[in-house]
């Protein structure tokens, strides 16, 4: 199905954009990152980047659901970005809340279904329980995945599954030598989820920041200097058009 893309104006990009070849990312993972930069260079508090890019947020949900994109996980909050100033880490921890107040009837409707990985025992209740509700609220949609790491850590997260593991490996009579990657990534956060097939990361660095080591072993990235706050429906195309040119060889020929 070829459509015109209603939220670009200037003639070239309004060229047709087929978003259901076939070749549309199914999982797209972003690292969203520059928000404090983009207040700092308006002599704004960082604060105010964080509240400028939920607006990004939105917008690239709609266009994930747009181009029918299957999972979209966005790092929201590491387990390292909690060396902020506390003011910084409590503004970007109300942030789900505030993003769902406002946007959970519209992701209902447009049956999007929300989950989240991280270490979510360890966040304040008031983003846990924004979240579980959510969580609870679209468990049987079965549009969109959007995908939330919330004080997540790859490390972190590695850590956890050997312990779950481990344990369930004592607990039975199941030898080692069985042990495959598969039964391993059952223990992960994001146990049952395609892996990514396209990494975003906006703000310039390049660099995962220990977000989805394990997962994103045959990833094809996408680096931008665009700020988050800055970043555009035009530059989600710009992703997914690029990632139509690579080909995927896990390593074979
Ligand atoms: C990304 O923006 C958001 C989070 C890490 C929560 P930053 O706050 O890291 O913005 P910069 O990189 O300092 O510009
Ligand atoms: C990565 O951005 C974390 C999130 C986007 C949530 P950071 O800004 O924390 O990463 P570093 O510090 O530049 O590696
Ligand atoms: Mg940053």
Redesign the pocket.
């Known amino acids: 199905m070829i459509m015109k893309n209603p939220f670009l104006t200037n003639k070239q990009s309004q060229e047709s954009f087929d978003y259901s070849d076939g070749h549309t990312p199914e999982h797209i993972a972003i ?3 520059g928000n ?1 930069r983009w207040a700092e260079k308006r002599g704004m508090p960082r604060v105010a980047g964080h509240k400028e890019g939920l607006s990004t947020v939105v917008k690239v949900v709609k266009m994930a659901v747009k181009c029918q994109v299957k999972i979209l996980t966005l ?4 387990t ?2 909690w060396k902020r100033p506390k003011q910084e880490v409590d503004t970007i921890l109300r942030l789900p809340k505030e993003f769902l107040s406002v946007y959970l009837p519209d992701l209902i409707a447009n049956n999007v279904r929300i989950e989240a990985i991280g270490d979510l025992e360890n966040l304040p209740a008031h983003t846990r329980e924004a979240m579980q509700f959510a969580i609870d609220r679209t468990r049987d949609n079965n549009g969109l995945l959007l995908n939330m ?1 919330l004080n997540y850590g790859s490390r972190n997260e590695i850590l956890h599954a050997m312990k779950g593991l481990l344990k369930d490996i004592n607990d039975s009579n199941q030898s080692l030598d069985e042990l495959d990657e598969q039964q391993f990534s059952n223990y992960l956060y994001t146990a049952g989820m395609k892996e990514p097939d396209l990494l975003i990361r906006t ?1 310039g ?1 390049k ?1 995962l ?1 220990n ?1 989805l080591l394990w997962q994103l072993a045959y990833t094809e990235f996408w680096f931008t200097d665009v700020l988050w706050p800055d970043f555009s429906e035009m530059e989600f195309l710009r992703a997914l058009k690029d990632y139509r040119q690579r080909k995927r060889r896990y390593g074979g020929i």
Do not use: Q
Request: glycine share 12%; no cysteine.
């Open positions: 690292i969203m990152d404090g790092y929201t909050f590491s390292e970005n790491a703000g660095e660099r920041s977000f």
